[in-house]
Nanobody, 117 residues
Framework: QVQFVESGGGLVQPGGSLRLSCTASEGGFPFSEYTMTWYRQAPGGEREWVAWIAATDESTDYPDSVRGRFTISRDNAKNTVYLQMDNLKFEDTAVYYC????????WGRGIQVTVSS
């Protein structure tokens, strides 16, 4: 069973940046055939999507809450999707998850991002 592992989280001050990565554990996984989405869940809140990248043309989309601050990208050769987060705000504090959607869906375990001064 393939696993997706997030990395790059941590503590950052408001206005700062972080880059999250999510990598599939199996080299033979057909990563390029999967749409990748980043989600987040704040304490007491619902899980919400924050970035999406298509499998085919690598088109992207974002909710208004992060548009212009977050950038999703993928490197299919490395089986990895990235989330560049700039100008971070207190309200971006959450556990961030990646999800691969295709023939099946796979979730990463999540990684904490804390924005605090």
């Amino acid at each position: 069973q393939v696993q997706f592992v997030e990395s790059g989280g941590g503590l950052v001050q408001p206005g700062g940046s972080l880059r999250l990565s999510c990598t599939a554990s199996e080299g033979g996984f057909p990563f390029s055939e999967y749409t990748m989405t980043w989600y987040r869940q704040a304490p007491g809140g619902e899980r919400e999507w924050v970035a999406w990248i298509a499998a085919t043309d690598e088109s992207t989309d974002y909710p208004d809450s992060v548009r212009g601050r977050f950038t999703i990208s993928r490197d299919n050769a490395k089986n990895t999707v990235y989330l560049q987060m700039d100008n971070l705000k207190f309200e971006d504090t959450a556990v961030y998850y990646c999800k691969a959607a295709g023939l099946k869906s796979y979730w990463g375990r999540g990684i904490q991002v804390t924005v605090s001064s």
